[in-house]
């Protein structure tokens, strides 16, 4: 059996979050919104497969047909419940109010598309009466239109989990907010660190999972892109906005030459650095250089990191005494246990690459310590890399038979197929 969305494409990923968009203004509720959104889509796959009409915008066409849906669901259960004229009436009125209230959003869009609709949800869905979690799978379903198992296995969760984090988002925002609305301006400039965090999520996602997207619907870290950039128009010059964007085309222009022949993932000192995208590269540089102008933030230090393993000539010429510095920094600005990975993970390199001496055995022995307790950590993104990198120290310093168990092991645990080639190659000492 197929799948209707991903049927679509890219017309789906452009679509969805108009119809999303539309759809809430129209109906109040961004849970009904998604529901008949994704009806009308159904539909619309079915008409598309079949001898009706062509179906012109497909954003337009799921609106109406959303709309539709709606009312005439609203009509049954006046019927059912025997209270057909008063909630008649009631539905009259309400559509009226929903039209009017899609009209404002449309004519709002139509102002020079002062926001876009991705943008928009966005700032709908980071609410700051939503946990991060909460924020995280809400965006990825209502701006990216992922179904819930695809999400679940995006964040490395059951899908049972997921589900309930969604509708305890649903239900945590609509209690908190009623009637869905997009903020206004001055909420919107609040909120935006939330947005710039989850966008940020999104591109990790994209980044650990997604190594080699299939097509526009795989493609999240595209998607992100596209998302940074209505950013970047909607706030030019805030340095965290551009320093996020940075980030995006910097990592997705290191994306080609990630995989080996055999689809493996290659570790950073294989990678073919001349298969990178330079057009990104110069882009990504740019927007680096402009945000470290204007502020310190978390996004503007991950931009400078990003931006020496970048335009680094290779792995050992790369400056780690300044990568080193920066994620430093970035602990003290935005602590966490993934910063922490990196910058051990950062100091192993720096130190590998070192002539052996006294000083550098102790400190790889302070390293391979500190990565041992981020390893028996609860953060699973952190555990992981942490495992990983004291999987490659053992095998860097030659113990090859524990840096094989371990790998061995890892091979079982990592989320992705290309990563679980190269630890069973390691594994299997041949890597």
């Not at 049927?7 to 919104?33: H, Q």
């Not at 909120?191 to 999972?209: I, Y």
């Not at 300044?322 to 922490?340: D, K």
């Amino acid at each position: 059996m197929t799948d209707p969305i991903a049927d679509l494409g890219e017309d789906f990923v452009d679509a969805w979050p108009r119809i999303v968009r539309a759809l809430a203004a129209y109906t109040g509720s961004l849970d009904d919104a998604q529901e008949y959104a994704a009806e009308a889509v159904a539909r619309a796959v079915a008409q598309a497969g079949g001898e009706g009409p062509p179906l012109g915008s497909l954003a337009a066409w799921c609106t109406a047909v959303g709309k539709r849906a709606w009312i005439d669901d609203r009509r049954r259960a006046a019927v059912e419940f025997r209270h057909a004229e008063q909630l008649a009436g009631e539905l009259r009125q309400g559509a009226g109010e929903a039209d009017a209230a899609s009209g404002a959003s449309d004519r709002e869009t139509m102002l020079g598309d002062a926001l876009d609709d991705r943008v928009a949800l966005l700032f709908v869905a980071c609410d700051p009466a939503l946990t991060e979690q909460a924020r995280l799978v809400l965006a990825l379903r209502v701006v990216c239109g992922l179904d819930v198992p695809r999400i679940a296995a995006h964040l490395g969760i059951q899908p049972s989990a997921a589900a309930a984090r969604l509708t305890r988002a649903k239900h945590a925002l609509a209690e908190a907010r009623g009637r869905f609305h997009v903020p206004e301006a001055p909420e919107r400039r609040v909120r935006l660190p939330v947005v710039l965090a989850s966008v940020a999520g999104m591109f990790t996602v994209a980044h650990r999972d997604v190594l080699d997207p299939q097509s526009p619907l795989d493609d999240l870290g595209r998607q992100a892109l596209s998302i940074a950039d209505a950013l970047v128009a909607e706030f030019p010059d805030d340095p965290e906005v551009r320093g996020l964007r940075a980030v995006v085309r910097l990592g997705l222009a290191r994306r080609p030459g990630r995989l080996g022949a055999d689809g493996a993932a290659l570790p950073l000192d294989e990678v073919d650095r001349g298969l990178w995208d330079r057009r990104l590269i110069e882009a990504g540089l740019d927007d680096a250089a402009a945000a470290a102008d204007r502020g310190d933030g978390r996004f503007v230090l991950e931009a400078a990191i990003a931006g020496l393993h970048t335009s680094a000539p290779s792995f050992a010429e790369t400056d780690w005494n300044r990568v080193v510095a920066f994620y430093v920094a970035l602990e003290r600005v935005w602590g966490s246990p993934s910063v922490t990975a990196g910058r051990l993970s950062a100091e192993l390199h720096r130190s590998l690459l070192a002539p052996e001496s006294g000083e550098r055995t102790a400190a790889l022995r302070g390293i391979r310590a500190e990565l041992q307790r981020l390893a028996d950590g609860s953060a699973p993104y952190a555990a992981l890399d942490a495992s990983l990198a004291l999987a490659d120290l053992a095998w860097r310093t030659g113990r090859r038979d524990e840096a094989a168990t371990e790998y061995a092991r890892l091979a079982t645990l990592v989320p992705t197929e290309p990563v679980r080639r190269f630890c069973l190659g390691r594994a299997a000492g041949v890597r």
